[in-house]
C-alpha cells in the first residue's frame, strides 16, 4: 500500500475543504495517511513559512512533495495506466 502524507487545515472556524477532499480522495484510493492537521492560524502560518507554500494542503507520497489537492489529481491521473484500444480491420 502506498504511503501519503497529508498537512492540512483545521481551524475552530473553519475547515479547508481541499484538505479534506485531498483526505477523502487518498483513502478512496487506498493511500495509507499520515494525517497532521493545522490547528491553529499560527500554526498554519509557520508550517507554510517552513514550506515555502502559500496554501494547505501539502501531500507527500513516498517521500516526494505532491503539492496541494489540484496537483494530487494530477500526480493520481498519471500513476493510473492507460487504458489500450484494440482497433479490428
Not at 10 to 28: E, F, H, I, S, V
Not at 40 to 51: G, P, Q, S, V
Request: hydrophobic share 30%.
Amino acid at each position: 500500500m502506498p504511503k501519503a502524507i497529508l498537512y492540512r487545515m483545521d481551524l475552530p472556524n473553519y475547515t479547508c475543504g481541499y484538505g479534506t477532499a485531498a483526505r477523502d480522495l487518498l483513502r478512496k484510493e487506498n493511500y495509507e495517511i499520515e494525517e497532521y492537521i493545522l490547528r491553529t492560524r499560527r500554526e498554519t502560518d509557520a508550517f507554510k513559512d517552513k514550506h515555502h507554500v502559500t496554501t494547505t494542503p501539502l501531500i507527500f507520497i513516498d517521500g516526494v512533495k505532491v503539492g496541494g489537492f489540484t496537483d494530487l489529481k494530477k500526480y493520481l491521473r498519471l500513476q493510473k495506466p492507460q487504458s489500450k484500444r484494440f482497433w479490428k480491420r
